[in-house]
């Protein structure tokens, strides 16, 4: 079934920039699908579109059976529960243990008060704990986030998404700021838990070699428009 439908979707920025043209598809259950193209095409635009950290000016996004903008604050907080967000730049709370970085993932924005007051449960942490170990991190669980390596710390930021336990994972550019070797096993990871969650996942690349090898389907994506949307197979070198 799908989990997301986008429908007619179209963003212009308020100094008239077109940054997502008319854009449409569907997303099933479980599908690991990279949106490449290059910088600038409007791939952050449409990621952040989909749980509207980025506002779109018309058009329709259905997730779970739901449009997604017309959902008022309280309705989108809900929503947002169910989607998982990687960024580029990890995202985490540096001088904050590794094991609380992905506990502030499960709460949402309750973490912040619930940590304050030292309200996380056993259960709250054995769980935390159990998905550092899914990423290989079982070690660093109590070490500061700013003392594990980048490609460590993007792996804590997939541990944050996976934990919330979403339908859908969005990553913006995950390895963008990562050597290759890090960037491979953390493609590996995301690849891995996504599956075994049996999530539908969208991940922004820019390095189409990497998106052919981790993807189920690419979407190609230029000057706001989708190019392409098939297997990798199918995809030319030419982009
Ligand atoms: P990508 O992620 O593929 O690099 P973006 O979605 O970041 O592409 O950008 C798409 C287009 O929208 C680009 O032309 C970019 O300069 C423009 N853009 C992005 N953010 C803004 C903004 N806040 N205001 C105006 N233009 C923007
Ligand atoms: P990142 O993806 O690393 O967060 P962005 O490319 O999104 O970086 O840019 C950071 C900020 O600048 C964002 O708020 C974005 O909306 C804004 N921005 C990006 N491109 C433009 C642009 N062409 N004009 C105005 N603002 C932009």
Same mark, same amino acid.
């Given at each position: ?56 000016? /018309?058009?329709? &996004?259905?997730? +779970?059976?739901? !449009? ?7 309705? #989108? *907080? =809900? ?92 990553? /913006?550019?995950? &390895?963008?700021? +990562?050597?290759? !070797? ?7 990871? #995301? *690849? =891995? ?47």
């Amino acid at each position: 079934e799908n989990i997301l439908e986008i429908k007619n979707l179209n963003k212009v920025y308020p100094d008239g920039t077109k940054a997502l043209k008319n854009i449409n598809f569907k997303a099933k259950k479980g599908e690991f699908i990279v949106v490449i193209g290059p910088s600038g095409a409007g791939k952050s635009t449409l990621l952040r579109s989909i749980n509207r950290l980025s506002e779109p000016t /018309d058009g329709e &996004i259905i997730f +779970l059976g739901e !449009n997604i903008l017309k959902a008022n604050k309280g309705k #989108l *907080r =809900k929503i947002r529960r169910h989607i998982g967000m990687i960024f580029q730049g990890f995202n985490l709370v540096k001088r904050l243990p590794t094991v609380r970085n992905v506990l502030h993932g499960r709460l949402g924005y309750m973490s912040s008060i619930k940590g304050a007051f030292g309200m996380f449960d056993k259960n709250d942490v054995q769980k935390a704990l159990e998905v550092l170990e899914r990423v290989g991190l079982e070690e660093q669980a109590f070490k500061r986030a700013d003392e594990l390596s980048g490609g460590q710390q993007q792996r804590v930021a997939i541990a944050r998404a996976i934990n919330q336990s979403p339908s859908l994972i969005l990553a /913006d550019e995950p &390895i963008a700021s +990562l050597d290759p !070797n890090s960037s491979q096993i953390v493609m590996d990871y #995301l *690849r =891995k838990v996504c599956d075994e969650d049996g999530l539908t996942t969208i991940v922004n690349l820019h390095q189409v070699d990497i998106a052919k090898e981790y993807a189920d389907r690419i979407i190609g994506v230029k000057d706001g428009e989708i190019f392409y949307d098939g297997s990798p197979r199918g995809l030319t070198d030419e982009v």
